[in-house]
């Protein structure tokens, strides 16, 4: 007889299969994908494992994960069996999706309901976006109000800080084996402690934090703008991928002072100790530095219109910065090279484009960046302007 517990992922992609299903199938758990790409979910039933590559500069290791079996997110009847029984969830589809696969949880749960099933079931919510296990809970609610008593006892919306870096295989690559995923061996999930109902996972890479605005923000204002701004000074310097223009020593100079700026703010507004996030500084500029991942600039800059809003990466880590009292330089001229970014077939950058053509960029840093309201930003604006002004005439 099987004893092994069942984790349920909703999603097979980097994140599923190239983070959660390692960790949880690694710690003892059966674990079943829940994806709408019928291929895929054929492939895994018909293997019953998939080849992981984890990599570094000095070596690839790869393991077989597994066991593991899918089923098809379309066939509501079933994935109404699996959340039934299921002992763990996860949801890792990205945050556009998230109201796609609300109707299915909720019928889902409505189902567990149904089966008399009322044991707590914890959902890790591993999608960038803070407060994405608030927004989902919302979602389903929405859609099925009488499961409101559950959703507040006995499902726990669990948020998390995705930090391994997974980056997207060729088309090539994924012809030859579309099962293969290849990612850093970094495995830290820093979760959120208050979001369980249930007992914690044994699964060692997970670390309950409270209050977990800090573990939020830590990967939005320094690893998710770090990675950015090697991103957008690499496409303006002619770099392909993240780990070429990181190993220029001017840029990685540039991105570690920029990173620094954001990590003081932290460490005054949550009482961390500076070192703690200096040494996570020095271990995301290696990690970016890793060749072998491929991760390229035009992937990791994709989509500058989200990443420039209020609360994003880059004007929310400058607001950030300026509202614990720091001089916050090299953001701005992040921010301006930001702008500058218009890689090919990149739709949100012609739109940045447009609207700077069509509004003017300093109504656009005002009502898309949210650098207004008071006086001290409204001289971040002003520099970041002339920034950007700069570049045009390189």
């Not at 003892?28 to 039933?45: H, K, P, R, T």
């Not at 945050?95 to 696969?101: C, D, G, N, S």
Request: glycine share 8%; hydrophobic share 40%; net charge negative.
């Amino acid at each position: 007889m099987n004893n092994r517990p069942l984790m349920a992922v909703f999603g097979a992609g980097n994140i599923g299969r190239g983070f959660i299903g390692q960790i949880f199938s690694q710690s003892g758990y059966d674990v079943v994908f829940i994806d709408a790409v019928e291929s895929l979910v054929n492939e895994l039933n018909a293997k019953g494992y998939y080849p992981l590559e984890l990599v570094t500069n000095d070596e690839t290791i790869t393991y077989e994960i597994g066991p593991v079996s899918a089923c098809l997110a379309q066939n509501q009847e079933q994935v109404n069996q699996i959340i039934s029984k299921a002992d763990a969830m996860a949801t890792a589809v990205g945050v556009p999706v998230l109201p796609k696969i609300a109707p299915g949880l909720a019928a889902a749960f409505a189902a567990r309901k149904a089966s008399g099933n009322n044991s707590e079931l914890d959902i890790l919510v591993c999608e960038n976006k803070l407060g994405a296990g608030d927004y989902l809970r919302s979602l389903i609610l929405e859609i099925n109000p009488d499961l409101k008593m559950m959703l507040e006892n006995k499902i726990g919306f669990v948020e998390t800080s995705i930090g391994r870096m997974v980056p997207v295989l060729s088309e090539q690559e994924r012809r030859d084996n579309p099962l293969l995923v290849r990612s850093e061996p970094y495995s830290e999930l820093p979760v959120d402690a208050s979001g369980f109902r249930g007992a914690v996972p044994a699964v060692s890479n997970l670390k309950p934090f409270t209050p977990f605005d800090f573990y939020h923000e830590r990967k939005l204002f320094i690893h998710n703008m770090g990675h950015a701004v090697t991103a957008y000074l690499g496409y303006l310097a002619g770099a392909t991928t993240i780990a070429e223009a990181i190993n220029r020593p001017e840029l990685r100079l540039f991105v570690e002072k920029t990173m620094r700026q954001t990590a003081q703010a932290l460490s005054e507004h949550y009482g961390v100790e500076y070192n703690q996030l200096e040494d996570h500084v020095q271990d995301l500029l290696s990690r970016f530095a890793n060749i072998r991942l491929g991760d390229t600039v035009s992937r990791v800059g994709r989509d500058p219109l989200r990443k420039l809003d209020t609360q994003d990466r880059l004007a929310g880590a400058l607001r950030f910065t300026v509202e614990q009292g720091k001089q916050p330089y090299h953001l701005a001229l992040a921010m301006a090279a930001a702008l500058k970014f218009d890689a090919e077939g990149d739709p949100t950058a012609a739109q940045v484009r447009d609207r700077i053509s069509e509004e003017g960029l300093d109504y656009f840093l005002q009502n898309h960046c949210g650098l207004s309201g008071n006086g001290q930003l409204d001289s971040w604006r002003d520099l970041i302007t002339a920034q950007y002004d700069f570049l045009n005439t390189i």
